[in-house]
T-cell receptor, first 117, second 111 residues
Framework: AQKITQTQPGMFVQEKEAVTLDCTYD???????LFWYKQPSSGEMIFLIY??????QNATEGRYSLNFQKARKSANLVISASQLGDSAMYFC??????????????FGTGTRLLVSP | EAGVAQSPRYKIIEKRQSVAFWCNPI?????LYWYQQILGQGPKLLIQ????????DSQLPKDRFSAERLKGVDSTLKIQPAKLEDSAVYLC?????????FGSGTRLTVV
């Protein structure tokens, strides 16, 4: 069974600094997808970044990058130059094996990020 | 492109009452998901539809929860009777072959 572990309940960072949110995963399938979502207090889930298990390079999307270490089964999110608007819950998630064509997501418990001025 | 629409936004009911949530996915999205997010936890999949057929409902408490997706478009999720532990945010999401879009969710409080 797939499992996502986020060990940091909360993180604090000062504005303009970089922060790393940890995520480790467990699966026996060779093909899978890893996602990061942001959930502000308003409740919607906002997609940030995706990494496929066969992707050779780490994914990047603007200020977000995913530090993918397959051997360690980790997929940490790095946010560069933090902004006050980055304060939110952040969830790491894993999808079904990519060859099934379906995308059930298994989520971690989340990390609450607080950005201070 | 319009997003995934959900209603109501908030609902408060007493235990043992029934409640229904509605979701209208993005036009053309074949796959629809209902997730339950209990406070302090990540979302957990309740049911997944592909068009109007159920793909996965293994974590749906079928003695009290039901869901349908008529005509492969919008969907309703029903709880009858509700328990205190059903208090959560119910998120609907839809996808084409790849790529999720979530709705804003329905926050249910059972008292």
């Amino acid at each position: 069974a797939q499992k996502i572990t986020q060990t940091q309940p909360g993180m604090f960072v000062q504005e303009k600094e970089a922060v790393t949110l940890d995520c480790t995963y467990d699966t026996s399938d060779p093909s899978y997808g890893l996602f990061w979502y942001k959930q502000p207090s308003s409740g919607e889930m906002i997609f940030l970044i995706y990494q496929g298990s066969y992707d050779q390079q780490n994914a990047t999307e603007g200020r977000y990058s995913l530090n993918f270490q397959k051997a360690r089964k980790s997929a940490n999110l790095v946010i560069s130059a933090s902004q006050l608007g980055d304060s939110a819950m952040y969830f790491c998630a894993m999808s079904d094996p990519l060859n099934t064509g379906f995308q059930k997501l298994v989520f971690g418990t989340g990390t609450r990020l607080l950005v201070s001025p | 492109e319009a997003g995934v629409a959900q209603s109501p936004r908030y609902k408060i009911i007493e235990k043992r009452q029934s409640v229904a949530f509605w979701c209208n996915p993005i036009s053309g999205h074949a796959t629809l998901y209902w997730y339950q997010q209990i406070l302090g936890q990540g979302p957990k999949l309740l049911i997944q539809f592909q068009n109007n057929g159920v793909v996965d409902d293994s974590q749906l408490p079928k003695d009290r929860f039901s869901a349908e997706r008529l005509k492969g478009v919008d969907s309703t999720l029903k709880i009858q009777p509700a328990k205190l532990e059903d208090s959560a945010v119910y998120l609907c999401a839809s996808s084409p072959p790849f790529g999720y879009t979530f709705g804003s969710g329905t926050r249910l409080t059972v008292v």
